[in-house]
């Protein structure tokens, strides 16, 4: 087996060979503009050379506090360079939060995105007494000057760093972003990245060098770091989009063929596309409907393992002319790997964008395991599930159900927390996932929920209220669902409403109430009952939805009610909204 899988052999070997095209792409105002190999190989090498020469070395932690950009990458290659333990921080941390990191790595230094950040760091500076270096990204053109003075001087005094790294030392400490209590941090070794990175090499057609990713996940995420750290590797293009908000006209603009996100995204843009179709009218909605039929027809035809064929594959072909190349120009026309992970996605979903030719492919992972544990391929799906283990990895379920993984990027530990860590890694190099699981015959594995999320009601019935919440949050008028009851007497939901859709809906009866008074109109509360409905219709009486609430605002971040991957916190919510949940089961 290779015993130097580091990460700065990664970025050298990716550089060495003067590989052509472009690495990155980098928005200056309208202009997308690009950033070759040996551009970016001749500023990691003098990034990496100035970090020497400040007296960085090898087991110093710096963190990064930034949006998802060019410098954040580089920087990080840079870091890997010297040996130094990289350290994200989410660019919307509060003050307290980016302090909690910085003192918890005991990090040497920072590098941040600009004054606003710095602010953040100012404001915990008392705290931090082994914070030498604070640098923003203006700094950085200085950095690689002294980078070029210090090579100048010793020419040898990289390699050297690089030659001293080996393979189970730390790369990164990556911070869980937690649905509760403070973030741990895991310890990502070189060859666990490594490893992980290079299993792309056994998935065909998962990627290509020629392909272009746009990448707006942040890279303090384990998600959003891999897909940065496979670039080199495979050799595709990055574009940075340090605003998630402007990934629709990015999409556009760009025409990416990989689209690595989480499930908000994709259910977003669904609502968007059914939004469109329903306000149509005469022929040109009874076109998108028959298509779609055709689409779903088709699609559930290829998920059966049979071939399109016939009549099915002439309207097909009509379906794709008319309607669904238009559909699929508004997201940039060459989009052929989309990804899904950090959150489940909804199977309706999944089967929508499949019937207009669009496959996502949902993975399922935790930092635990330096980001992946299972994926769905372009060869290989199922709807439903989270598809098959990657290449490499051990996968079974313990007596309640729990998903164990064994694999090379099981991670070190959580760093200053041996009890933790053997709460999740047992002493057979097993990480216990906290998420029930099954495996069919095939391998593909299906989420069922997190393990301390299983709600136990009063009488006793396990209900997951994932799957729940997700069939919820299918209607376009929804945005985001909470199933209460455990220990209850039945099941309950909390909803908030999509404001554009229910704006729209608001309108077009003639209802002029602002956010505060839709949620409390009886007409948007007979709409909501539809959905839930639906959701209940063909699900077990003990895991019908009984009652529900409809909430005046959305879950935010600001209310610390969303991790920075969008995931829901429960814990908070349910705190917030703790007398509307008592309401629910009022007599």
């Not at 001087?153 to 649905?179: K, M, R, V």
Request: charged residues 25%; hydrophobic residues 40%; proline residues 4%.
């Amino acid at each position: 087996m290779d015993s130097n899988r580091t990460i700065a052999r990664l970025w050298r070997e990716a550089v060495s060979g003067e590989r052509e095209g472009t690495a990155y792409l980098v928005q200056h105002g309208d202009h997308w503009h690009e950033v070759s190999w040996g551009q970016a190989a001749a500023r990691v090498e003098n990034l990496a050379n100035g970090l020497l020469a400040r007296g960085i070395v090898k087991g110093d932690a710096f963190a990064t506090l930034a949006r998802t950009t060019l410098e954040w990458a580089l920087f990080d290659f840079a870091l890997a360079q010297v040996g130094a333990v990289g350290a994200g921080i989410y660019a919307n941390s509060s003050s307290k939060d980016v302090g909690y990191v910085l003192a918890h790595s005991e990090a040497v230094g920072v590098l941040c995105e600009d004054a606003t950040q710095v602010e953040k760091v100012d404001a915990e500076r008392a705290s931090l007494p082994r914070l030498r270096h604070i640098l923003t990204f203006a700094d950085l053109a200085a950095l690689e000057a002294e980078g070029v003075a210090f090579k100048a001087q010793h020419p040898s005094a990289l390699d050297e760093a690089i030659a001293a790294i080996d393979e189970d030392d730390l790369f990164t400490f990556i911070y869980t972003s937690g649905t509760t209590g403070p973030p741990k941090a895991c310890m990502i070794r070189h060859r666990n990245y490594y490893a992980m990175v290079s299993v792309v090499d056994r998935l065909p057609g998962y990627f290509h060098g020629n392909d272009l990713m746009l990448l707006y996940l942040p890279l303090a995420h384990n998600f959003g770091r891999l897909m940065h750290l496979a670039g080199p590797y495979v050799g595709y293009t990055t574009a940075f989009l340090p605003d998630p908000l402007k990934t629709a006209d990015a999409l556009t603009t760009l025409g990416p063929t990989v689209l690595p996100s989480v499930p908000r995204v994709y259910e977003k843009i669904h609502t968007a596309i059914v939004s469109a179709i329903d306000e149509a009218t005469g022929a040109k909605r009874r076109l998108a409907e028959w298509s779609l039929v055709v689409g779903r027809e088709a699609s559930a035809r290829e998920a059966a393992g049979n071939p399109v064929t016939g009549a099915l594959a002439l309207k097909l072909r009509v379906a794709d002319k008319l309607v669904f190349t238009k559909i699929r120009a508004r997201l940039g026309g060459r989009l052929r790997t989309p990804i899904s992970g950090g959150a489940p996605l909804s199977k309706e979903i999944e089967e929508f964008f499949d019937a207009i030719g669009i496959r996502i492919l949902e993975a399922y992972g935790l930092t635990e395991c330096t980001t992946g544990v299972t994926t769905n391929t372009p060869q290989n799906w199922r709807f439903g599930t989270v598809g098959q283990a990657f290449p490499g990895t051990e996968l079974r379920l313990a007596e309640d159900g729990e998903l164990l993984v064994k694999s090379e990027t099981v991670f070190a530990g959580y760093y200053k927390e041996p009890e933790a860590t053997a709460d999740v890694l047992d002493a057979d190099g097993w990480v216990h996932t906290g998420d029930i699981a099954e495996i069919d015959a095939d391998g593909f594995v299906t989420i069922t929920d997190r393990k301390k999320d299983i709600l136990v009601t009063a009488g006793g019935k396990n209900i997951a209220p994932q799957n729940i919440e997700n069939d919820l949050k299918a209607s376009k008028y929804v945005s985001q669902a909470v199933v209460v009851g455990d220990r209850r007497p039945y099941p309950a939901a909390l909803i908030t409403l999509d404001a554009i859709e229910i704006g729209k809906w608001a309108d077009a009866q003639g209802i002029a109430d602002g956010p505060d008074e839709l949620a409390s109109d009886d007409r948007v509360r007979e709409l909501i009952q539809v959905v839930v409905d639906d959701t209940n219709r063909d699900r077990s009486r003990y895991e019908q939805i009984k009652r529900f609430a409809i909430l005046p605002r959305d879950f935010t971040m600001e209310h610390d009610e969303m991790t920075p991957t969008l995931k829901l916190k429960r814990k908070p919510i349910l705190e917030h909204f703790a007398d509307v949940v008592e309401s629910l089961y009022d007599a």
